[in-house]
Nanobody, 124 residues
Framework: QVQLVESGGGLVQAGGSLRLSCAAS????????VAWFRQAPGKEREFVAA????????KYADSVKGRFTISRDNAKNTVYLQMNSLKPEDTAVYYC?????????????????WGQGTQVTVSS
């Protein structure tokens, strides 16, 4: 059972930056593909970015391409989401998710383990 803990959320002005972290309890975390999803009030949870376990291939939602960067430090069992040029529409609870597979998925059903989420609020 993999436990995921997100951190790094907060309140930031539009145009600002935040870095989210997802720390895992599993010592074989390097064998997991990890993704970030987000959920705004009244909306469905949506895919943001993913990183594979083997070659650190990445995938992004069109809405964040060029602004967000996902990366991982397997030695620290941690995945990061660097968020730059933040917009008010990026406001949401951000969730980290993991699956024991090389293949990245952009749907919530593709992931087996989830964190509790961290709130990101971008003011205009």
């Amino acid at each position: 059972q993999v436990q995921l803990v997100e951190s790094g959320g907060g309140l930031v002005q539009a145009g600002g930056s935040l870095r989210l972290s997802c720390a895992a309890s599993e010592r074989t975390f390097s064998r997991y593909t990890v993704a970030w999803f987000r959920q705004a009030p009244g909306k469905e949870r949506e895919f943001v970015a993913a990183i594979s376990w083997s070659d650190s291939s990445t995938k992004y939602a069109d809405s964040v391409k060029g602004r967000f960067t996902i990366s991982r430090d397997n030695a620290k069992n941690t995945v990061y989401l660097q968020m730059n040029s933040l917009k008010p529409e990026d406001t949401a609870v951000y969730y980290c998710a993991a699956r024991a597979s090389y293949y990245m998925r952009d749907t919530t059903t593709g992931y087996d383990y989830w964190g509790q989420g961290t709130q990101v609020t971008v003011s205009s």
